[in-house]
């Protein structure tokens, strides 16, 4: 039975999200369209399968095809990366965070972390979450220019002796220079993990600096630029790799998704191929023509530029408008982004100066240079008449035009 013959209310909802996907222009940045292939992975048989263990250690028969899944997904993680050591299992990127820091550090170990506010993310030592109260996280920040305080993050570490320098971030527009930081790290003794959740897509294809030859252990989602199923993924040095596998199973987690697993190593084949390089590249390039709009029309671009899929832009100090107010506006336009703090911001975090916004998923879509500029032309005419809902309706109007231009999953209803 479908799921339209046997719950009719659940597939309005469901076709109501799909119509959302569609008609609108989706510039969330950790946000991505997987393909047939992965949603076809996702909801296959391996979902019913129990696996807990790695491959030819189980705790339950009947595991050998699944295996041989789990096989596939880890050696092209490893192909995709260069990996040493690949875990597949983690159920998403905090997970696979929390597993890498109980792997490799004791209670009340110093991790040296990017400030949240700069760009970092909850998981690396924000006072809200669990781990925060287990680890002692000191926070590094960016300099003026927008790239992170090398010389800074150095002193800090001679002062703090971290045992571990953590990089990685969801609002930062910038890449890292990951030489220096591990050999900051070798000064001071302290281990390097790198949380490359957003960029791994890029990374993968070549179009960021990949911090895997260098550091001793690499967090990631699957769901972001990778353009994989929901999910995380944790690659270290071989020295590494049994605290890893330990550390997420049983340490934290019970039996693996093998259905995602199966979505996860569809992704990694589709990110080997040629047109994914095309596709990193095409990213990098709509955020640029953004980049390049959003300063010509005024806008203060924080961290000074992109260097990825994102960009973190100061809608209060640029035009007077709230991060919220701006998010509203977009909404009722078509646009999805997200308010997001800027660095060192004043307001409060439900309604802070900033929005962040990038272009994996519109890039997904086929959307290229030309697009971008009049996107650009869409949310500055947004922002600024936020409260004017007659404008945001006509540009509503026009969005749902070009969006139909761009087909999105025609193959499916529910
Ligand atoms: C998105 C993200 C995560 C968390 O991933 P979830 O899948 O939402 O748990 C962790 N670290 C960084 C840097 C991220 O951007």
Redesign the pocket.
């Known amino acids: 039975m479908t799921i339209n013959q046997f719950d009719p209310v659940l597939a309005t909802m469901l076709n109501a999200e799909l119509n959302r996907q569609r008609d609108g222009l989706e510039m969330i940045p950790?946000e991505n369209f997987v393909s047939s292939a992965v949603l076809e992975a996702l909801g296959s048989v391996a979902t019913n399968k129990y696996a807990e263990g790695y491959i030819g250690k189980r705790y339950y028969g009947g595991c050998h095809h699944i295996d041989e899944i789990e096989a596939l997904a880890i050696n092209r993680a490893k192909q995709l990366f260069g990996a040493e050591h690949v875990n597949v299992q983690p159920l998403?990127?905090?997970?696979a965070?929390i597993a890498a820091y109980s792997a490799i550090l004791e209670k009340g170990d110093t991790v040296l972390g990017m400030d949240l506010s700069h760009g970092?993310?909850l998981?690396?030592g924000h006072p809200v979450t669990y781990i925060a109260g287990i680890y002692n996280f000191v926070r590094y920040k960016t300099a003026a220019d927008g790239s992170i305080d090398y010389d800074n993050l150095r002193d800090m570490a001679i002062e703090h002796k971290p045992k571990l320098i953590l990089v990685?971030?969801?609002a930062y527009s910038r890449d890292i220079d990951y030489a220096r930081v591990k050999q900051i790290a070798d000064e001071v003794g302290a281990l390097t993990m790198a949380?490359i959740?957003?960029i791994a897509g890029l990374i993968a294809a070549g179009e960021m600096n990949n911090p895997i030859p260098l550091f001793d252990v690499i967090?990631t989602?699957t769901?972001?630029t990778l353009r994989g199923p929901?999910?995380?993924m944790i690659m270290c040095k071989q020295a590494f790799a049994k605290q890893i596998d330990k550390a997420v199973f049983p340490g934290l987690q019970g039996g693996p998704h093998e259905n995602v697993i199966a979505a996860k190593a569809v992704a990694f084949k589709e990110a080997l191929e040629p047109a994914f390089k095309d596709y990193a590249r095409q990213i990098k390039l709509n955020a640029k023509v953004l980049e390049y709009e959003f300063s010509s029309a005024g806008y203060k671009i924080m961290f000074g530029r992109t260097d990825n899929h994102l960009l973190l832009v100061d809608v209060m100090g640029s035009k007077g408008v709230t991060g919220k107010q701006a998010q509203v506006a977009l909404d009722l336009a078509g646009i999805t982004v997200n308010k997001n703090a800027i660095p060192d911001d004043t307001r409060g975090p439900m309604d802070p100066s900033g929005i962040r916004f990038g272009t994996p998923a519109l890039t997904t879509r086929g959307m290229k240079e030309i697009e971008m500029k009049q996107i650009a032309s869409w949310m500055n005419s947004a922002i600024q008449n936020w409260q004017d809902i007659e404008q945001l309706e006509k540009i509503r109007k026009e969005i749902l035009i070009l969006t139909s231009r761009f087909p999105l999953y025609s193959d499916i209803s529910y």
């Open positions: 950790s998403s990127g905090a997970p965070n970092g993310h998981t690396h990685g971030y969801s949380d959740a957003h967090t989602t769901h972001k929901r999910g995380g």
